[in-house]
């Protein structure tokens, strides 16, 4: 399985980014249980940020979420997206997608849960 984000970039606090994840697998079918969204930032821990079951699309999101970020997939085009709203410059990370097999928890927002991840892509907010 092959994950490609996207979708990263220079904005302003208060602006908006759309991440994408579109993935790929050598199997005929790429059929995940889950896929999350983390970020890093210099100097500080992964931290989860958002995850979607791939057959229900039931999102799920830490308990300090703040209703500014929202996740989605599109099946068909077997990408995820991470919509990003209100941005902040403490949003200010390198952002990875996920995606876990069968029989993990990743629901739970814990990144060794995940067995695939993707290259990040970088997100700067100025203030």
């Known amino acids: 399985v092959q994950l490609q984000a996207s979708g990263g970039g220079l904005v302003q606090a208060g602006g908006s980014l759309r991440l994408a994840c579109a993935a790929s697998?050598?199997?005929?079918?790429?059929?995940?249980?889950?896929m999350g969204w983390f970020r890093q930032a210099p100097g500080k821990e992964r931290e989860f940020v958002a995850a979607?079951?791939?057959?229900?699309?039931?999102?799920y999101y830490p308990d300090s979420r703040e209703g500014r970020f929202t996740i989605s997939r599109d099946k068909v085009k077997n990408t995820v997206y991470l919509q990003m709203n209100s941005l902040k410059p403490e949003d200010t990370a390198v952002y990875y997608c996920?995606?876990?097999?069968?029989?993990?928890?990743?629901?739970?927002?814990?990144?060794?849960?995940?067995?695939?991840w993707g290259q990040g892509t970088l997100v700067t907010v100025s203030s």
């Open positions: 979607i079951s791939w057959s229900s699309g039931r999102p």
């Open positions: 996920a995606a876990a097999r069968r029989g993990s928890r990743w629901y739970l927002g814990v990144h060794q849960e995940y067995h695939y």
């Open positions: 697998a050598s199997g005929p079918t790429f059929s995940p249980h889950g």
